[in-house]
């Protein structure tokens, strides 16, 4: 039997799941203030810090989560660089280059990278919460979450991602063990029909 | 008389000692047959590397178990997955579950690798650091900078800012597509998820006991799994689960062709004798037969295996052919007659057909497979204990009263009188020419097919499984794969690149779907260097991408040597024995044979590839050193070919020995004793060509046993007078029937080498049979010999 219990990294960030386990009072809270658009897209600002680098980087650009499709990211500031996530592939693109394929056939992470990205985005806690210790608090209509992963190797990868938010998710911070800190901020939310745009929707 | 006595004493003696050495090899030492049908193949010839090898790819192979438990959800398929192993940990010492992969491992793995990062590049990424510009590597660095998701990544950024050894990883991580989740081993089959279990044996996969145990734990395991949830399946697939269908099987075909045959024997010889007395008599010289072959089979082999009794059982029943010839003559010769005058009398004949039987069986023993040989002479000893039981035992039990003249069968015996025979004239030379027309028509149709794979047909359910388990893992096969060697170990690596090289093309066009090879993990020196050169060369040294990318994110001037500095590490080599030693690994140390034989070899493995693709594979490694395709299947067809051909000419020489064994006997007379075996031989491959059916080894072996019974025919009816003649061709009709009714069974056998054996022996002896007085002498009252002149 061959195996390979590298893989760590973002790809097994990801490992799954389903399994909605005893949610807790304050996640149920969670879940009845977030709105569960099937459309969902917006703004977003990323920071990113990284050890080694003396400057932080910025990037901004648009993303849409669609139930039952996928995620698109496009960064469009300071280059244009698409990541598409859908079932059986992510894809990215940087300018009219094609940077990078993952296909779920090759690779079998693939799917749960992209449901566990998914759940991130539109802020699913049950879903996350069989992969993640989930510390949630409440006060009125905000809310943030602490997300630990159970599996040990995979918090080493992925250290501890923070989520705050009320109807829809606002803050994300990811920090890595490694020191790297990436942090986004989500604006100009819209939702239903007319939030995506035309390139977009032809992208996902 | 005394004398005679002396004779019947001492054999009395000797089987009493065959009886206690039996004793003691069954009750004292419980010995087991063996079933593992690769002891029966031919020992490679000649290249004790290629042997290893070999023994090393199927060994890792053989005591493995794989089960996967899938559901429609994960946490589903891990329940189950629990429930099977919780089953399998009640008999650790049968099986055992490899370690769970954990946190440690993991870190374990990659240390080794991220310590010489820079010397790893996959294929691609060697391309496009010789092709692609600056720019192309300074985007790639900042789409990795920038984006939140941006592909795989280990460890912190700064250690691997152009993704390089991300993308190594990932290459290896793609090598399998099973992957470590939550602490067991997942693969996904659509939009199913699979736990894979991989179990080791820790019995022997070819044991008998084994089998008893093995599967019904196995069985037990897959229930609970099932139990434990809804539409949870699972697959099994392992050389043990074939090993013990094909047991089960030959056991299940040991009784009834046995039991079969044996019933069929005492039916004929109670209608025959109306008596009881013969079958006893004819059994016990069968039973003395076998315990005898048995047990200098034993002393000879140390072993014997599982298609040797069943094959070896039908082939000493043969034997009881004298004693029904014995028996025969005895209730048709006069009362006066003694029976050790009556011995005297029938002696030459009963000599010569001994003779002739077991030339042809000694013929097996000259094939290269030991399974053939241990048959021969379990075959041969067998024969020789039986006739002796008959020579000195039977005058002595069987006296001129102790059978009664059976009335039975009385029109069987007379049909003799009208056989047609063959002389000078119009209806045999009609006959003659329909032969000739139909032989040539029969014979052009006749081909070959020596493919191994013909002689075994595994369970049609197993081979679902394997197949599906083989496809969702990708395993590679362990019977097809390229062997190289060189002088040391790097020259091995060297050679292993050499060949990846030609091998990656066909990876594109979907020949095969990859290789696993151990310079995937550790490149040869050479390449090593190489790589660290090139990353060096194009992204990291003076004003190249790494300072590029700098500037482009505003950092100070300093910063690029700082990140060059600390991408750089230390500058050292990874040797296979670094490899060998860390966890990585594992899964794949049996590809490396090490040193054999004064020089280093490995394996590298293909997988996804299928049958018909072979020849392509075969012609890769053309003009490179040191680099063989090894096809298992492929050469043990070719030598079941070669063999096919050899066993042919065999049998032709075996005609002419027969043929001058009775020269001295029957003079100018003995074509007639020969003519029907050889009709039968001719007409049963034209019919078995006319039918469409593949000649292999195994017809050529029946063909062989068809000589050497075929004759005996012959020489009885030969040997007859007058006033035996009947009786001659009673025992000649019984020992016909009792032989097709054991060869018969054995073409309802589900292995087809069987299959296609009792077949060919199934026409063959009919129509040596029915042949046999065609050619038998017009004057009756002369007796072709001296013995009757007694």
């Known amino acids: 039997m061959k195996r390979s219990p590298l893989f760590c990294g973002i790809l097994v960030l990801l490992a799954l799941i389903s399994l909605p386990l005893q949610a807790s009072p304050a996640i149920e809270k969670i879940q009845s203030l977030l709105a569960k658009p099937n459309v969902l897209c917006g703004r977003f600002d990323q920071k990113k810090k990284l050890n080694g680098l003396k400057s932080p980087l910025s990037s901004s650009g648009r993303f849409c989560v669609v139930a039952e499709k996928g995620v698109l990211w496009r960064t469009l500031s300071p280059f244009p660089n698409t990541v598409r996530l859908t079932r059986n592939e992510i894809t990215q693109t940087q300018g009219d280059r094609v940077a990078m394929r993952l296909d779920a056939s090759q690779e079998p992470t693939v799917r749960m990278i992209n449901n566990v990205l998914f759940s991130l985005l539109s802020g699913d806690l049950a879903q996350l919460e069989s992969l993640f210790e989930v510390d949630a608090r409440t006060q009125g209509n905000k809310w943030n979450v602490a997300l630990k992963a159970r599996e040990p190797a995979l918090a080493k990868a992925i250290g501890s991602i923070s989520l705050d938010g009320g109807i829809y998710v606002k803050n994300i911070v990811i920090t890595e063990s490694s020191g790297d800190r990436t942090s986004i901020v989500f604006s100009e939310i819209k939702t239903g029909k007319g939030a995506m745009k035309p390139e977009e929707s032809s992208q996902l | ?790």
């Open chain 2, 1 to 790: 008389m005394n004398k005679r006595l002396w004779l019947v004493l001492a054999w009395l003696l000797v089987v009493c000692a065959l009886l206690a050495h039996n004793a003691y090899l069954f009750a004292g030492k419980r010995i087991e047959p063996d079933t593992d049908i690769l002891t029966l193949l031919p020992v490679q010839e000649r290249d004790p590397v290629l042997q290893q090898a070999f023994t090393h790819m199927v060994d890792a192979a053989q005591q493995r178990v794989i089960v996967l438990v899938g559901a429609d959800d994960w946490p589903q398929a891990v329940r189950a997955a629990d429930a099977f192993n919780d089953v399998i940990a009640q008999r650790d010492d049968l099986m055992r579950a490899s370690d769970p992969v954990t946190d440690k491992t993991q870190g374990e793995w990659l240390s080794l690798f991220q310590q010489h990062r820079l010397n790893l590049l996959t294929p691609q990424q060697e391309t496009d650091l010789r092709g692609q510009s600056g720019e192309y590597w300074v985007d790639a660095a900042m789409g990795k900078l920038y984006s939140p998701f941006g592909g795989p990544k280990l460890g912190a950024w700064r250690d691997d800012p152009f993704g390089l050894f991300g993308g190594w990883v990932q290459a290896r991580a793609q090598e399998t597509p099973v992957r470590p989740r939550d602490g067991k081993l997942f693969v996904a089959d659509g939009s199913r998820h699979s736990v894979v279990i991989p179990l080791t044996l820790r019995v022997p996969a070819f044991s008998i006991d084994a089998h008893q145990a093995v599967m019904p734990l196995l069985a037990h395991a897959r229930e609970a799994a099932e139990a434990s949830g809804q539409k949870v399946d699972v697959i099994i697939a392992g050389v043990v689960l074939h090993a013990a269908a094909a047991s089960e099987r030959a056991n299940w075909e040991v009784s009834v062709i046995g039991v079969g045959s044996m019933v069929g024997v005492i039916l004929l010889i109670w209608l025959t004798f109306r008596s009881f007395k013969p079958i006893l008599l004819i059994m016990l010289s069968i039973f003395v037969g076998s315990l005898g072959a048995l047990s200098v089979c034993w002393l000879v082999f140390d072993r014997i295996h599982l298609l040797t009794l069943v094959f070896g059982a039908s082939l000493i029943g043969v034997a009881q052919d004298y004693g029904i010839y014995f028996l025969c003559n005895r209730v048709g010769a006069a009362k006066e007659m003694d029976s050790w005058q009556l011995l005297r009398r029938l002696f030459p004949g009963m000599f010569l057909t001994f003779v002739t039987t077991i030339v042809g069986y000694l013929a097996l023993a000259l094939t290269p497979f030991p399974g053939l040989r241990q048959m021969a002479v379990f075959s041969s000893l067998g024969l020789v204990f039986a006739w002796l039981t008959v020579i000195f035992w039977f005058p002595f039990l069987v006296g001129p009263n102790t059978l009664k003249k059976g009335t039975q069968g009385q029109w069987y015996k007379r049909s003799v009188d009208y056989w047609p025979t063959a002389g000078l004239n119009r209806r045999t030379l009609l006959a003659f020419i329909l032969f000739i027309g139909f032989s040539a028509f029969g014979l052009s149709r006749l081909t070959f097919n020596d493919d191994i794979r013909l002689l075994q047909s595994p369970r049609a359910d197993l081979v679902g499984e394997q197949n599906r388990m083989t496809k969702l893992l990708d395993t590679p096969s362990p019977v097809q794969f390229y062997l190289v060697r060189g002088e040391t170990p790097e020259d091995v690596l060297q050679r292993e690149e050499m060949l990846k090289r030609k091998l990656d093309p066909l990876i594109e066009n979907h020949t095969i779907s990859g290789y696993q090879a151990l310079s995937n993990w550790i490149p040869s020196s050479r390449t090593q260097l190489s790589n660290r050169a090139l990353v060096e060369a194009k992204l990291l040294s003076g004003h190249g991408p790494l300072w590029m990318l700098g500037t482009k994110i505003n950092e100070e001037y300093n910063w690029a040597a700082a990140m060059r500095a600390n991408l750089s590490g230390p500058e050292s080599l990874m040797t296979v024995d670094d490899f060998l030693r860390s966890p990585a690994s594992e899964a794949f140390r049996h590809l490396w044979l090490g040193k054999v034989d004064g020089s280093y070899a490995s394996v590298v493995a293909l997988r996804g590839l299928s049958m018909n693709n072979s020849s392509i594979m075969k012609g890769v490694p053309q003009g490179m050193e040191g680099v063989q395709w090894v096809d298992k299947i492929d050469e043990i067809s070719s030598v079941l070919g070669r063999y096919r051909l050899y066993m042919g000419w065999v049998v032709l020489l075996s005609f002419g020995a027969v043929y001058l064994l009775l020269y001295p006997r029957y003079g100018k007379s003995t074509w007639r004793v020969l003519m029907p075996t050889i009709i039968a031989s001719i007409a049963t491959l034209a019919m078995l060509g006319a039918a469409g059916q593949n000649l292999q080894l195994f017809n050529m072996l029946a063909l062989m046993l068809i000589l050497g019974i075929g004759v005996d025919y012959g020489i009885f009816m030969h040997e007859n007078t007058a006033h035996n003649k009947h009786s001659v061709w009673l025992e000649i009709g019984i020992s016909a029937l009792s032989t097709l009714l054991s060869f018969g069974l054995l073409a309802l056998s589900s292995t087809p080498a069987l299959q296609s054996f009792g077949l060919t022996m199934l026409i063959g002896l009919t129509l040596v049979w029915l042949s046999v007085p065609c050619f038998s002498r017009k004057e009756t009252g002369k007796a072709g010999g001296a013995a009757e002149n007694e």
